[in-house]
């Protein structure tokens, strides 16, 4: 019953809310656009490419090394994760800004090189790695950890203990985190690095569909061979050999660094405080001048918090929808391979370049962006709900009718992994949602990429800070809110 109050509540919410949204169709021939588009992908000219191979390589460089150096950097912070409520608090500051946004910061400092396609991935992977880690570690049985002598340090009861049991899921989740490291190094490319997506952008935006599919295949390909190429007797070979396509590295200057840190992304009146000033209050009422400077916030938080909510309950609804297809027990055969094919391309494109073509399709608005949202993540939701389904022994006296079977046997079962699914993803999509802001959209991703722009670091840092706030707020009440299931430990989950 909870769970069926939380559903309800949460479609409710989006019924409610959804007519104050901007959720306009705003493109004159929306299906005309979508047939060419279709036709793009249905037949593609590799022939047109410039220089693919070179785009490929840099995309897979760049998630294999920002994926390596995040769990390099993530794993010894995971053995105090526990004890350091300061660690804690940072890990999740840096894991709530997205890689967009973190290169939009790294550029201003190392330009369109490695360094910042690198730094970008690996800041918040490294946070994200920190706080898995430890809980795989907190999640394993004590008997062998506390049969070693008492006075053993932290590392070797790692080293002895914790590392031989845990290693099977730590090295899942790594899989899985280089999995979605390649969607976040072809993400990249909407901000200038030559990785597959700044192909694919320039390709959509400028009509040469055809262009566009093909290397939309090869993104494809390129995830669904990940077994085969990413296998882990490979990765070190590949490695290796991609420290020579990585570059270029710039030549920074330490003191334009320095400036940067220090003076660049803070507000002026902080930067020039002192004694004094804290002391004569000029240092609030130029703080205050200096807030009045910002853009009106309350539309851009609102929109933010609105897509967010429609995005949530729109995955829930998509899920819900696909499962039961793609699942043994209620789907048929071809239903189970149609809709095994479209959680894989839905899961499979990146959420932003899905929200760019539903944008060239629909025009600028929440619409194209909840789609997106909701299309991506309720096809995660769906595909792990599909699974855990097919893994449920049916007894004997199961009804005979599918609808009897998914209604009375299988959704009791599914349903609270499936919400524990669903609030795992929620503060993934506030992360998502803030960075369609750079697509037009009227979120708070909108003034981060356009202070960036017009080189107001303070601001575009303040903002920043702002989403990675909301992002905590709401992965603090998605937690409250989810259920406990034990389809939540899959390592994909999270």
Known sequence: MRLLRLGAGLILAMLVLAPFGDLSITSRDPWQELLRMLAGLVSPSPSLLESPLHALILTVSFALWGTLLGALLGLPLALVYSRSRLLRGACAGLRAIHELFWALLLLQVFGLSAVTALAAITIPYAATFAKVYAEILEQLPQAPIKALPAATSRLMRFVYAELPMAWPRLASYTRYRFECALRASVLLGFVGLPTLGFYLESAFREGRYHEAGALLWIFYLLIATLPWWGHRRLLPVLAIAS????????????????????????????????????????????????????????????????????????????????????????????????????????????????????????????????????????????????????????????????????????????????????????????????????????????????????????????????????????????????????????????
């Open 243 to 494: 420290l020579w396509w990585l570059g270029p590295w710039p030549n920074v200057n330490p003191a334009l660094l320095w400036r940067f840190v220090s003076h660049d992304i803070w507000p002026a009146p902080l930067v020039n405080a002192s004694l004094e000033t804290v002391v004569s209050g000029e240092l609030f009422s130029g703080m205050l001048q200096w807030a009045g400077q910002l853009p009106h916030l309350l539309p851009a938080l609102g929109n933010t918090l609105l897509l967010g909510l429609l995005g949530t309950a729109g995955s829930l609804l998509v899920a819900m929808a696909l499962w039961p297809l793609a699942s043994r027990h209620v789907g048929n055969r071809l239903t189970q391979r149609t809709t095994g094919g479209l959680l894989i391309f839905l899961r499979t494109t990146p959420e932003l370049m899905l929200a760019f073509i539903l944008l060239l399709l629909l025009g600028p608005s929440l619409l194209p962006a909840w789609l997106a949202l909701s299309l991506h993540n309720g096809a995660i939701i769906a595909f792990l709900c599909a699974r855990h389904a097919n893994q449920i022994q049916l007894p004997l006296s199961k009804p005979q009718g599918r609808l009897e079977c998914w209604l009375y046997e299988l959704n009791p079962r599914v349903a609270p992994g499936m919400f524990a699914l669903l609030f795992y993803r929620a503060e993934t999509i506030i992360r998502e949602t803030a960075i369609l802001g750079m697509l037009g959209v009227a979120t708070l991703g909108f003034h981060i990429d356009s202070s960036f722009e017009y080189m107001m670091f303070d601001q575009a840092f303040a903002l920043l800070l702002l989403t990675a706030i909301l992002n905590i707020a709401v992965d603090s009440l998605a937690r409250r809110l989810r259920p406990k299931s034990d389809i939540s430990e899959d390592s994909c989950v999270r």
